[in-house]
């Protein structure tokens, strides 16, 4: 089970409104945690360890963050219209478009995604199953 992910960040602040755009609509809360962002699911007893945590922050070793190559978050999405409301919040708040919101028949004929980078460069995936 995944416990939780750590995205670096080198403007916590710049992507923390990115990333508080896109999960908040998706039923995360935030958290200040040590200087440390932290976005968990509040029906989670110990939020700050998972799981489903997000933690955004520098990077432990002091260097800059730079984008995973091949890393993508995907976060399952309740509707359509929830993963389309993101994206446009997660561009409004500083994030790139990386692939439009749509269905990818690829994966499945109901498999409707779209991709975003973070203000890092990071790219994540908001995806829902349902029609």
């Known amino acids: 089970m995944l ?16 990333y508080e755009a896109v999960l908040l609509p998706l039923g995360y809360i935030k ?41 993508m978050p995907g976060f399952r999405v309740k509707s359509r219209r929830l993963v389309d409301e993101a994206y446009r919040a997660g561009l ?3 994030g790139t478009d990386e ?11 109901h498999f ?3 991709y975003l980078r973070d203000p890092a460069g990071n790219k994540l995936a908001l995806f829902c199953n349902a029609e």
């Open 3 to 18: 416990s939780y992910l750590f995205i670096g960040a080198n403007d916590v602040d710049l992507s923390g409104r990115f």
């Open 31 to 71: 958290e200040n945690d040590d200087g440390r962002l932290v976005f968990s699911l509040p029906d989670i007893p110990d939020r700050v360890n998972g799981p489903g945590a997000v933690f955004i922050a520098r990077p432990w070793d002091g260097n800059e963050a730079v984008p995973a190559n091949g890393m």
């Open 92 to 94: 409004c708040a500083g």
């Open 99 to 109: 692939g439009a919101p749509g269905v990818r028949e690829r994966y499945s004929c």
């Open 112 to 114: 409707y995604v779209a």
